[in-house]
């Protein structure tokens, strides 16, 4: 089953906060997830101290962390019976599914009766949920291996994978694959490109940005994107379906532009259920770029050790490597995937047309405005 999520989704708290986006500022208080730990702190004393609490809150809630997505199933099934209140008696766990601007909302909107304990957003969003004063400070012990960019200086989100903005291409209906955004834009594409509605979707909102590199531009200047997208309108070459695996897999969307880690899983789902519907994946030449995915802390959570757990957890080379299977590229720095695993990814040469998002607050910022301008620009 494609992935559900409308990533980064509903951009009005965005539009609210997005001044945010950049800061380095935080509240002073955590909530109810207390101070953080410090990195100098024996890590192994630390861990055992989460681990006794966890298993005396017996749960763990979620938001926007479906199975279907970067091997959260795996995850799940793992961290759960692992630091269950007894042997045989896992953590007891719900999860849903929901975008990451609706993850913020509900923590803030939920606080005198917090649902989720957790959540993983679009870095687009951390300083968001900071500005709202709804997520709480944590450090785990592998803090350090974490990137700069990828962490709030103080705590309040950490990035733990990232993807890229890819082609799935259906063989079977598409008998010249298109390498190029460029190539998007010629007739015999007519009617078969779909994308996420980028008003809505943190994934079609990359997939703009993605376009914008191409096409010339910059995270503080999308109008080459626009350009872009309002000929590849005018040419009719646009589908009005999402680009889900169920309407890959109907023929709907012959050309879907998703997350590698959306894209790739599904080729392999695909050849095993469906061989009739070949898909081959493919990163433009051109240009594309990628982004990467942040865990928070509600500060109400109502089980705060076993979200401070989990943070600990993700950040594992075991953890890592499952997401890995799924194709989710690791951000903790010194993971070395198994051979069998990395091989499974395209080529590093299949990626060197990436451009990376360097000035995260002007992406904040024109994601703020694309649920306006792109009305405006594309006119769909």
Known sequence: MQPSRTRLGALGLTLILVGACGTTASPAA???TGASAAPSQDAAAIIA???????????LNSYGMPPDWTNFEEIWNTFLPKYGPAAGTPLTHTDTDMSSAEEVQKFDAEKNNPVADIGDIGIQFGPVAVAAGAVAAYKPTRWDKIPDYAKDPDGYWMCWYTGTVSFAVNTALVKNVPRTWADLLKPEYKGQVAISDPRNSGQGAMTVLAATFASGGSEKDLAPGFTYFDNLNKAGNFTAVAPSKANVEKGEAPIAILWDYNAL?????????SPAVPIEVVIPSDGTTQAPYCHIINKYAAHPNAAKLFREFILTDEVQIMQAKKYARPLVQGVVLPPEIAAKFPPDSAYASVKPITDWKAAADAVAKLATDWVIEVGT
Do not use: I, Q, V
Request: no cysteine.
């Open 49 to 59: 101290d989460l681990e006794a609490k966890a298993k005396t809150e017996g749960a």
């Open 30 to 32: 955590s909530g109810g």
């Open 265 to 273: 899983p599904m080729r392999d789902d695909l050849a095993t259920k």
